[in-house]
């Protein structure tokens, strides 16, 4: 069966990618929001409800749900803690509910919010794979350690993906960006390499079909190098041309939490929303969901 998707026909924000060959039909999709599903009965996966009130004969559904920190049962204990995760310290120490470091508590993985010295001591929280395995390791290295040789968790948020046949890889932090610039790009190979700056300073890099450029980027954001970089690339622009980077309010239906900075310390106060900032939120989450996030 066929079904003709277009953007008009959606009552919630729309998701559409296009990055296929020149010569090829470009891949794209579309989500819509309230959809249904219906099975026989036999327990058999039969037809999906578009929000639009149209239906689809469908077999297979992928379900993906997101996640909460599981911080409720720290109440009480004494720490840090709240919806947002456990505070720590650069070496996975947990702060306790006062702001001093505690010598037994270790914390790592999604429910940690630690400082990152690239990012001028931000609580940061990743929810990448990559940071819970490096930020366990170094939290276990620590458990062990005597103070003189404990280490510091430096760990560069990091993710990659493929989408309908083309490559994504991220390092570092877009979402603090104040300014954009392509520096690497081949409109006949279709790929392209994006940095962000912040302050005048390179702090993330976006790849498209080029993986193997990041490394660099990687070492220059570690650097703290100067925003624009001059890479003099063979396949880069004969003069950068930096944008501003017009990220999204948090809470607006592009923002994604996976890497973001959470406040500047132990006794930061969870950001609350004004009804005016409530506008524009997600219409996908309940409003009393957003007034607590």
Not at 108 to 127: F, K, N, S
Request: net charge negative.
């Amino acid at each position: 069966m066929e079904y003709p998707i277009t953007p008009e026909v959606l009552d919630c924000p729309t998701i559409q990618m296009s990055f296929g060959d020149s010569a090829a039909i470009p891949r794209s999709a579309v989500m819509f929001c309230g959809l249904e599903l219906e099975g026989d009965a036999q327990k058999k996966l039969r037809r999906a409800q578009l929000s639009d009130g149209n239906d689809l004969d469908v077999e297979v559904a992928v379900v993906a749900l997101g996640s909460l920190r599981n911080t409720a049962w720290l109440q009480g204990a004494g720490l840090a803690a709240d919806e947002r995760g456990v505070v720590c310290d650069a070496s996975c120490r947990a702060f306790d509910a006062d702001g001093v470091v505690t010598d037994d508590i270790f914390v790592a993985g999604d429910v940690a919010r630690w400082p990152h010295p690239l990012y001028d001591g931000q609580l940061l929280l990743v929810e990448h794979w990559s940071n819970a395995v490096t930020q366990a390791e170094t939290a276990a290295h620590n458990m062990l350690a005597s103070s003189a040789t404990r280490c510091a968790h430096k760990h560069l948020p990091s993710f990659w993906s493929n989408q309908f046949g083309v490559n994504i890889k991220a390092i570092g932090l877009p979402t603090i960006a104040d300014t954009i610039v392509l520096t690497q790009g081949s409109i006949e190979e279709r790929r392209l390499v994006a940095a962000y700056g912040h302050q005048g300073h390179i702090v993330a890099a976006v790849a498209v079909n080029a993986p193997r450029s990041l490394p660099a980027y990687q070492g220059l954001i570690e650097a703290r190098a100067p925003f624009p970089p001059e890479l003099h690339a063979s396949n880069g622009p004969t003069e950068l041309h930096p944008l501003l980077a017009g990220f999204p309010k948090r809470g607006q239906p592009t923002h994604d939490p996976g890497a973001v900075p959470t406040g500047a310390g132990p006794s930061t106060p969870e950001q609350r929303l004004t009804e005016e900032v409530l506008k524009l939120l997600d219409p996908r989450v309940p409003r009393d969901a957003q007034r607590e996030s």
